[in-house]
């Protein structure tokens, strides 16, 4: 069953997401034509359930979705993805947030962003600033959001804010609310056609049935949902790797040198199956990791974590290979390895760091 689901995405992707990654990475916009043309596969519903009209996709569906559109175009699985935020709406949100936001989600009318991060920091979660008072008139936001995927672009966002002195609630905030400004678009090094910018909030003032359950429990929120989201970035680094690994291939076969492919050379070939191991162990922990968190195995985050780290360093370092056999090609801008190594640098940074997933993993593996 999975394998029909990937041949089908990776079809897909080949010939409505490929063809536009260099073009939006270059222009840095959104990618409005892969986006488009996952609309028409339901891609921006896969998770949800079918009473809101989504695919009712589990996790990993989810992450061979995301392997394989990050294959062809980083910025395209990242657009897609992010949506896929508001299932924290359907999992802890009330009848009437659902009701009300999630089709729209699914139908991929509307999209959405999630805001943590805060100029201050990202890596301490819990050091973040902005406030959300209640008052009789609603809840009233301030502060702001940095480096927010498709801020601007985004019709809602979940955003993460503090209630008491030691408590967080996350709450749903529109696009169209006021006191909501964003900053400029984020200039980046890669990841171009993915939009990011700053989430200004100055004395927002939303109605009270906007908080996602409890809002105290924010917190608590975020965690169980980062769970499924960092397989999901895993995945992402993962496509990049594999997608930097067919280039390299590809190319090495074809490219010439002293009368033979490069491909015949014995450096080539060592260097090439140690790309298709650091893939393939990164998939192999991925798929163990999706298969704990389906299960609901208490191991689940380590392994999550370990994935995190093991598909995105494999990112990095596969594009880094990728480019070098390219030769002088793989420096400009007419291969793709060259978009491919900028994208993967994002991938070790985002989603916590592969830092601070290194001190939970050896937290864990202290614990026992
Ligand atoms: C393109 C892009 C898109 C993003 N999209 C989103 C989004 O949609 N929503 C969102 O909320 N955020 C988003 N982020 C933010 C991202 O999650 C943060 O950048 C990330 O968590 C790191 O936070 P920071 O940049 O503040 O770095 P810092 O936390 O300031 O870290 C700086 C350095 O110190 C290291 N460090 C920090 N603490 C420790 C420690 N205890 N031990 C060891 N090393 C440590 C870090 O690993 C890092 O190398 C995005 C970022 C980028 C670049």
Same mark, same amino acid.
């Given at each position: 069953m999975y394998d029909s689901f990937r041949d089908q995405l990776r079809r897909f992707a080949k010939e409505k997401v490929a063809p536009y990654a260099a073009k939006v990475d270059e222009e840095e916009r959104p990618p409005m034509e892969a986006y488009e043309a996952s609309r028409a596969l339901g891609l921006p519903g896969l998770p949800f359930a079918e009473e809101f009209?989504?695919?009712?996709?589990d996790v990993l569906s989810q992450i061979i979705t995301v392997e394989e559109l990050a294959r062809a175009c980083a910025s395209s699985a990242t657009t897609v993805s992010?949506?896929?935020?508001?299932m924290l709406v359907q999992r802890f949100g009330s009848d009437e947030q659902k009701r009300a936001i999630i089709p729209p989600v699914v139908r991929g009318e509307q999209r959405s962003a999630w805001g943590l991060t805060e100029p201050k920091g990202?890596?301490? &979660?819990?050091? @973040? %600033?902005?406030s959300a008072k209640k008052t009789a008139g609603g809840w009233l936001l301030n502060g702001t959001k940095r480096?927010?995927?498709?801020?601007?672009?985004?019709?809602?966002y979940l955003i993460f804010a503090r209630t008491e002195a030691d408590k967080f609630g996350i709450f749903l905030v529109s696009?169209?609310?006021?006191g909501v400004s964003f900053g400029a678009p984020e200039r980046k090094?890669?990841?171009?056609?993915s939009p990011t910018s700053d989430v200004i909030l100055e004395d927002c003032l939303i109605p &009270?049935?906007? @908080? %996602?359950?409890?809002?105290?429990r924010g917190g608590e929120y975020i965690r169980a949902g980062l769970l499924a989201s960092r397989l999901k970035y895993a995945a992402h680094g993962l496509g990049i790797a594999q997608g930097a690994l067919d280039e390299a291939v590809a190319y090495t076969k074809s490219r010439e040198q002293f009368g033979r492919p490069?491909?015949?050379?014995q450096m080539v070939k060592g260097m090439v199956a140690d790309m298709a191991m650091r893939v393939e162990a990164g998939r192999a922990l991925l798929l163990h990791a999706a298969t704990l968190v389906m299960n609901n195995d208490p191991g689940a985050k380590k392994y999550a974590s370990m994935a995190k780290v093991m598909c995105t360093d494999a990112a990095m370092s596969v594009a880094t290979d990728a480019v070098q056999l390219h030769g002088?090609?793989?420096?400009?801008?007419?291969?793709?390895v060259e978009r491919m190594l900028r994208d993967a640098k994002v991938t070790q940074i985002w989603e916590g760091t592969n830092q601070i997933q290194r001190l939970m993993i050896a937290k864990d593996v202290y614990a026992g």
């Open positions: 009209g989504g695919q009712e996709g992010t949506c896929w935020i508001m990202g890596s301490d &979660l819990m050091g @973040v %600033v902005t480096f927010i995927t498709n801020g601007g672009w985004a019709d809602w696009k169209q609310d006021p090094m890669g990841l171009r056609g &009270l049935d906007r @908080v %996602v359950g409890d809002p105290v490069v491909s015949d050379f002088g090609y793989g420096y400009l801008k007419d291969y793709p």
